[in-house]
């Protein structure tokens, strides 16, 4: 596991495409736990722990490297690549979705 995320400067900080997860939302499924907010493109998944851990396959499939957390009053970031999790001073807050 890296000690830093070497994507950084790719993080755009996107606006949000969708309130829940698009791919469960486009399956009539609304049963994911925690989401995630692709800092790249804006795509909206959820978690891992989530039945479709659709944030996951979004990388899988983008090789978008870094995602923040969707969830109200957390400000982390993770990158997929480097395996490590951190928060920006400099980020702008979080977005909220209802």
């Known amino acids: 596991m890296a000690s830093t995320c070497t994507h950084v400067d790719e993080i755009v ?4 495409h969708s309130w829940g997860c ?3 939302l486009a399956a009539g499924r609304q ?7 692709c800092e790249i493109c804006g795509h909206v998944g959820c978690c891992d722990q989530s039945p479709g851990r659709h944030a996951t396959a979004h990388f ?3 090789s978008h490297p870094v995602i923040r957390s969707y969830e109200p ?6 990158c997929y690549p480097d395996d490590v999790a951190y928060e ?11």
Request: proline content about 18%; overall charge negative; aromatic content about 14%.
């Open 13 to 16: 900080f996107p606006e949000p």
């Open 22 to 24: 698009e791919d469960c």
């Open 31 to 37: 049963d994911w736990v925690h989401l995630r907010l």
């Open 60 to 62: 899988h499939g983008s």
């Open 73 to 78: 009053g957390e400000d982390w970031f993770y």
């Open 88 to 98: 920006l001073s400099e980020a702008p807050p979080g977005p909220s979705h209802p």
